[in-house]
């Protein structure tokens, strides 16, 4: 029997995408049944094992060309049907509730922490031009954005990145596969050796409050006014 077969059974008959530790756990537990000798050469598979089969398990059912295929989503594995079956299989479960549409402001934002992450919301706001309290409330509480530390100056500012759900939602694999944005990389961003805020826990302020009498208004940055480089996760592509 063979270690791609089994993990294609497991996958299919899942209720939610499993990641290689799952998997990995799952041929422990079922090694471990008194009853099922079958089980037992493959106590000992490692997660580098898995990963391997599982990508050859991927080709395999992309080059066969059939209704549905093996993607891995936020490292997670899972079956889904291609998106050209949508219409059939929603007449079959319904649509499903999903969440608004993020707005062009969200979008951009969310790009620049993306590729530049961790940022603290000064320097997001040194790239955009403008003040970004109400969209990073917007991603926080979408849970696309996160805490992820703090910056080593002084005041000790809240730094932020994307989270597991942001690369479901665009359905990445992991931050290696987003698009490519090379403009969006190079625009500078400044490490001040303190950073003007009102509030040090937010480590913010709007952009006049942001600037000493000594600096030259900013013009927007170049390169960030379209952020279709990101593309939601196609809500039709369906697990099985």
């Not at 299919?12 to 998997?23: D, G, H, R």
């Not at 041929?27 to 493959?42: C, I, S, T, Y």
């Not at 395999?60 to 997670?76: K, M, N, T």
């Not at 809240?158 to 989270?163: A, K, L, P, R, W």
Request: glycine content about 6%.
């Amino acid at each position: 029997m063979e270690l791609k077969f089994i993990l294609e059974a497991i996958l299919f008959s899942a209720q939610q995408p499993l990641n290689p530790k799952e998997l990995r756990d799952l041929l422990v537990r079922a090694a471990e049944q008194p009853d099922e000798p079958a089980a037992r050469p493959f106590k000992k598979t490692s997660v580098d094992t898995i990963v391997t089969a599982l990508e050859e398990l991927e080709r395999e059912h992309r080059d066969a060309a059939r209704s549905y295929r093996l993607v891995c989503v936020a490292g997670a594995w899972q079956f889904v049907s291609e998106p050209e079956y949508a219409p059939w299989i929603k007449a079959l479960i319904g649509h499903r509730n999903r969440p608004s549409r993020l707005s062009q402001p969200a979008l951009e934002t969310l790009a620049i922490i993306a590729y530049r992450q961790p940022l603290t919301r000064t320097e997001i706001e040194q790239v955009r031009g403008v003040a970004v309290d109400g969209v990073m409330q917007t991603l926080l509480e979408r849970g696309l954005v996160e805490q992820v530390g703090r910056a080593e100056v002084p005041g000790r500012p809240i730094t932020y990145g994307t989270t597991g759900l942001f690369l479901e939602y665009f359905g990445l694999k992991s931050l290696d596969d987003l698009p490519a944005a090379d403009e969006l990389r190079r625009v500078p961003v400044q490490k001040p050796e303190g950073l003007l805020t009102v509030d040090p826990g937010l480590a913010t302020a709007a952009p006049e409050q942001l600037k000493t009498p000594s600096e030259p208004p900013s013009p927007p940055a170049p390169g960030i006014t379209d952020a279709s480089t990101l593309q939601p996760f196609d809500p039709s592509t369906t697990s099985l």
